[in-house]
């Protein structure tokens, strides 16, 4: 109990001082002067506009400069067409073992059509 006490009286302490005393190192605020009047007219800053804005060498719009049509870009995530063409293709592999073990006379389709129960 003593420990908690006197780890808690250090945190409040440690807080009042960092609240007080200044900064050190980089992050120190610099002092701030006052700046004359006639400085401040002296000094002419030149804004020139780029005629580009910067562009990354790896972006899309690099490698075809017309703007993207809505027509040409797929709504669908690729992982979901990944997934609906996993599950295509295993009805379809349940078709062709249906379909092989038909040959063999071997029933294996639903036991339930329209709710009649089919005989065994």
């Known amino acids: ?5 006197a780890r808690a009286i250090l945190a409040c302490l440690r807080m009042f001082l960092l609240a007080v005393l200044p900064a050190k190192g980089k992050h120190r605020k610099s002092p701030t002067e006052p700046v004359a009047a006639a400085e ?3 000094l002419t800053l030149r804004v020139v506009p780029s005629p580009l804005p910067p ?5 899309a719009y690099n490698a075809n400069p017309e703007p993207l049509r809505g027509e040409d ?20 592999a349940q078709r062709r073992r ?3 073990l038909a040959t063999l006379g071997i029933d294996v389709g639903p036991d339930v059509i329209h709710g009649v129960r089919l005989p065994a």
Do not use: C, G, K
């Open 55 to 59: 562009r990354s060498p790896y972006a």
């Open 73 to 92: 870009v797929p709504l669908i995530r690729p992982y979901l067409v990944a997934y609906e063409a996993v599950q295509y293709e295993r009805i379809r």
């Open 98 to 100: 249906a379909a092989e």
């Open 1 to 5: 109990m003593r420990n908690s006490i």
């Open 40 to 42: 401040t007219d002296t």
